[in-house]
C-alpha cells in the first residue's frame, strides 16, 4: 500500500475523506508531525525519508523541486500534485484507488 505525506495546505475534507472511507490508509499530515512551515526542498527531503508520496495542491512550485530531486538522483517516493478544481470525491475515490 501507499504512504501518503499531506503536506500543511492540502485538502482537510479530502483527508478525513480518505481516513473515513479507509480508515487503515497510511496517511499523515505535516502539521501532525510538527513540520509546518517546513520548506519544499525539506519537506520532500523528509518525505523520501519515509517513503511516503507527498499529496499537494502546489502544482506552481513543490513540482519544480520533485524534479529536482529526481535530476540529482535523489530518493522520491512521488507527489502527487492536485488541482483544487478537482471535486473531493473524485480527489478520494481516486487516491483510495491507487492507495489500495
Sequence with gaps: MIRFLA?????????????????SIDIVRVQDLGLTG????????????????????D?????????ERVSNLQR???VFAISQQLAH????????LLAE
Design 7 to 23: 503536506d500543511e495546505n492540502f485538502s482537510g475534507i479530502v483527508y478525513r475523506g480518505l481516513l473515513r472511507r479507509n480508515p
Design 59 to 67: 502544482v506552481q512550485t513543490l513540482v519544480g523541486f520533485a524534479y
Design 76 to 78: 522520491m517516493p512521488g
Design 89 to 96: 470525491l473524485v480527489v478520494i475515490d481516486d487516491l483510495l
Design 38 to 57: 517546513i520548506s519544499d526542498p525539506d519537506l520532500l527531503e523528509f518525505a523520501g525519508a519515509q517513503n511516503r508520496v507527498l499529496l499537494t495542491h
